[in-house]
């Protein structure tokens, strides 16, 4: 059944949220922990800069941001 399968919540956030979250996204992962699911913050305005750059540059972008890895790489981990 449609409604057995796994359910993951994406929070699409701006620039200066990204690292933290903010209000909003806090809600949406509330709500996926009451729901028993996962939820992930990113910004899709970073991962469409990010898309443009090499491997390098992505990292040299991310660390001022306070970020790890790219949300793409957060979103697949959580799936």
Known sequence: ?????????????DEDSAATGNDYSKRVIDYAADEGAQAVVISAQIEAEISQLDAGEQAEFLEPLGLDEPGLSRLIHAG
């Open 1 to 13: 059944m449609l409604t057995a399968k796994p359910v993951l919540y994406v929070a699409n956030v």
